[in-house]
């Protein structure tokens, strides 16, 4: 059974992917995704880097798209959660550590549009912000801050998979992972 602190994160994420603000994650709110960081990025709808980062991006619903219990394609809090539970069972834990690293290295590509294998500050709030549709988010600067624990100025691909790994399973509320949506600020 997930803790009341993990139920609380997984909470905060499914509330930042529901980009519609429906109370449902469906396709609509990836591909809403797709276009505003198409536009963070200044990506042309129809070229190959609108492909690739489609692709990216589509790679990250179908993950959602698993917890549908329901079949409708939307997938309420509920659902979400259900899934989260039974993908955290003390039988599914590790496979599900190592798929997180994948959705991990997926995310961390769509931040990283120039390539350079470094998340900068920059680089976060630009995703966030198209990503998550929202206007602004203050809490990305601090999040940032308590993430790059080596304090080199940049996320690295092990750190954030540490980091995705973290804020699925830490239950200690100091750990760096907690902050990467924002759910300790």
Do not use: C
């Not at 429906?22 to 960081?37: H, K, P, S, T």
């Not at 079949?71 to 899934?83: F, K, M, N, T």
């Amino acid at each position: 059974m997930l803790s009341d602190f993990v139920t609380q994160k997984l909470t905060r994420l499914f509330h930042l992917l529901d980009t519609n603000k429906n109370g449902v994650l469906e396709q609509a709110d990836y591909d809403r995704a797709i276009r505003n960081l198409a536009a963070a990025y200044d990506v042309k709808p129809g070229s190959a880097a609108f492909t690739s980062l489609r692709q990216k991006a589509l790679v990250l619903w179908e993950d959602v798209a698993d917890k549908d219990r329901s079949g409708d394609g939307r997938i309420p809090l509920e659902d979400w959660l259900v899934a989260h539970d039974k993908l955290h069972g003390p039988d599914r834990a590790e496979e599900f550590k190592d798929h997180l690293a994948e959705r991990a290295m997926a995310t961390f590509e769509l931040m990283d549009p120039d390539g350079n294998s470094r998340i900068l500050l920059e680089d976060l709030q630009a995703y966030v912000q198209a990503r998550f549709g929202l206007s602004e988010a203050p809490w990305v600067a601090e999040a940032f801050s308590r993430m790059d624990v080596d304090g080199n100025g940049f996320l690295t691909f092990a750190e954030a998979i540490r980091m995705e790994i973290e804020y699925h399973f830490s239950e200690d509320p100091k750990d760096a992972g907690n902050y990467l949506y924002g759910a300790q600020l």
